[in-house]
């Protein structure tokens, strides 16, 4: 008597392959959706840190670091077609090295480190690239319903601020009630975090 071998068929195959897709699919975009929570709770973290340090440090000096802009975090890259390490976005950059002084001085408040936020890029409907977080101080004269206030700008891959109070901006102006983000990028939030300045 003969065994005849048996095989699978193209049909089975073909089927397996397309399971296998399919579950392969599903893994990258789950896992695309973890990096980016990820990130944005980074970002909110270092966010939360720099919020009460700056808090802290006006209590004990009436006066925040600096009357100019800063960015928040040292480790910035440079932005596409640019030489020189900066936050903010693309066609008005801070530099990194430049808020240094004050940057440094809210070390004491935050144990010696400056946390950093996500630096992974997130852009508006035109391409303009956004990252990190940065400092605006008394000099940018910024108000909410006419009373004098600083700012923390930060981008986060997320629908919501997670750090706030946040709102919806006018520079320099800006009104109540808070918002659940300042305003919409194409694939993420940017974050007007004002701080009271009287």
């Keep these: 008597m003969s065994v005849k071998a048996r095989g699978f068929t193209i049909v089975e195959l073909l089927i397996v392959i397309v399971v296998i897709g399919i579950l392969a699919a599903i893994t990258i975009v789950a896992y695309s959706g973890f990096q980016d929570r990820a990130e944005a709770s980074k970002t909110a973290t270092a966010m939360q840190a720099y919020k009460k340090a700056l808090i802290m440090y006006k209590l004990d000096n009436s006066i925040y670091p600096s009357a100019g802009a800063f960015c928040l975090g040292d480790q910035y890259g440079a932005f596409t077609g640019q030489s020189i390490a900066s936050c903010r976005y693309s066609t008005s950059t801070i530099a990194a090295a430049g808020g240094a ?70 520079p320099p102006n800006f009104v ?23």
């Excluded at 035109?126 to 008394?138: K, L, M």
């Excluded at 109540?176 to 009287?198: I, K, Q, T, Y």
């Design 101 to 170: 002084p004050a940057r440094d001085l809210l070390k004491p408040y935050m144990n010696g480190s400056l946390p950093m936020p996500s630096i992974k890029f997130i852009h508006d409907s035109t391409g303009r690239e956004y990252v990190g977080g940065h400092f605006y101080g008394s000099g940018y004269n910024y108000k909410l319903d006419g009373k004098a206030v600083v700012t923390i700008e930060y981008y986060v891959k997320s629908d919501t601020c997670s750090v706030g109070p946040v709102y919806a901006p006018t």
């Design 176 to 198: 109540s009630p808070p918002v659940n983000r300042s305003e919409a990028l194409a694939d993420g939030s940017r974050c007007f975090l004002l701080l009271a300045d009287d």
